[in-house]
């Protein structure tokens, strides 16, 4: 058996020490390849988590588009009250002047008829701005909706950001590892590579 100073162990022996290195360099290998799944399954994550956000943005901007389809119908609704406003104002007139004309005498049917089409002028002016009112509470139930889901998303960026820390995390760990397991395996190549040459020169005739 070689003593401390004599050249190493031949190939085809095994020493403890060769053993413990084998396994170090086994474990060092079996954790780099875990820390990469680790790494892999935090992207994984964020990705869904980003996935959802932009699908609920998607929303949001439909949302926005119906809210404001909405309050585009609930003023057209509202720009037509005037002109039934000014047809009311000449029936009016129209039963103020034929009022005069009959002097005191009994109302006849033009004047009635004058007169229910001011109420039914005034009930279409009444559904107008009801139905005005309505429409603008869908836009604000849908612009409600959207700030609701807008936090939604937040939380979501947020968690999709932290998943992004971790992988980005296992991902570093990962390289050291495998930087400081590159450099020892080529250290200890190198270092069985010089004994081998020396032996081989020292057996050439």
Known sequence: MAAGGGPPPSSGVTTPFMHRQSRWLGQGYADITKLRELAAKHDRTAG???QRASRINTKIEKLRHQATILREKG???????PEIEQQMKQHE????AGTNQAGGAQVGSDI??????????QQKVVDKQQKARTLEHRAAMKNQKT????????RYLESARLEEQEAAAYRQ???RLQMITETDVASNLK???APRAADDGSRTP
């Open 48 to 50: 869904r988590m980003n």
């Open 75 to 81: 003023q057209r609704v509202l720009a037509e009250i």
């Open 93 to 96: 007139r129209d039963i103020e």
């Open 112 to 121: 009635t008829s004058l007169h229910y089409r001011v109420r039914k002028l």
């Open 147 to 154: 700030a609701e889901l807008k936090v939604k998303v937040d």
């Open 173 to 175: 760990r990962a390289d």
């Open 191 to 193: 270092a069985n590579a």
